[in-house]
């Protein structure tokens, strides 16, 4: 086993190859079989793909194997991390219509100041940035929601904000390995959320 598949292993993923197909996948996700991550090589280049119902999405084309590992293992977080919030959703749709922003603005406390901002456009985080009684969420960019009310928006923000947290912390804890493969948290941030 080489040290991209051990990587992949402390993941709990297994690396199934057969000729050019390569797919990963965990011995624990017996739920979901219809929608997995799958990698084929043609040539000398591996395509990474999302699987839904038998339906293909490239999402990636790479030449080296084990970046497209990495790339197959980003997916499969995507794929099967559930990151909705429903209970914080209604207290902050709640503590809005009560008129306590900054009471809403607390909730995000819990989350590392790297992932986001509240009120100023910021690169490399996940932004709020109010306008008129709605808000917008950026990454850079990227408009994640552009003028939507603003429990909506917080709520939103919130959950997104789950989602950077779980993004940035594979990017920290394995950041050696994403300096070495030239992945960088932006890369990873796009293929994530799918921009």
């Excluded at 057969?18 to 997995?36: A, R």
């Excluded at 990495?70 to 219509?97: M, P, V």
């Excluded at 809403?104 to 100023?120: A, N, P, T």
Aim: with cysteine; proline share 1%.
């Amino acid at each position: 086993m080489n040290g991209i598949e051990s990587f992949l292993k402390s993941f709990g993923i297994q690396v199934q190859e057969n000729g050019k197909l390569t797919s990963i996948e965990s011995p624990n996700n017996i739920n979901n079989i219809e929608d997995y991550i799958m990698i084929t090589l043609k040539g000398k280049v591996y395509y990474v793909y999302e699987v839904h119902r038998a339906n293909y999405i490239l999402k990636k084309e790479e030449f080296d194997k084990d970046k497209a590992l990495i790339w197959a293992l980003i997916l499969y977080k995507k794929l099967n991390d559930y990151n909705i919030d429903h209970i914080t959703g209604r207290k902050i749709r709640s503590i809005i219509e009560k008129g306590d922003e900054d009471l809403v603005k607390s909730l995000f406390y819990k989350f590392d100041s790297r992932i986001l901002s509240i009120g100023e456009k910021q690169e490399g985080k996940l932004c709020f940035i109010k306008n008129n009684g709605k808000a917008s969420i950026t990454y850079d960019d990227m408009e994640i929601a552009t003028e939507v009310p603003l429990a909506r928006a917080y709520v939103a923000f919130y959950n997104y904000c789950s989602i950077f947290e779980k993004i940035f912390k594979f990017y920290y804890d394995n950041h050696k390995l994403m300096e070495e493969k030239k992945i960088t948290k932006h890369e990873i941030v796009e293929l994530y959320m799918g921009f």
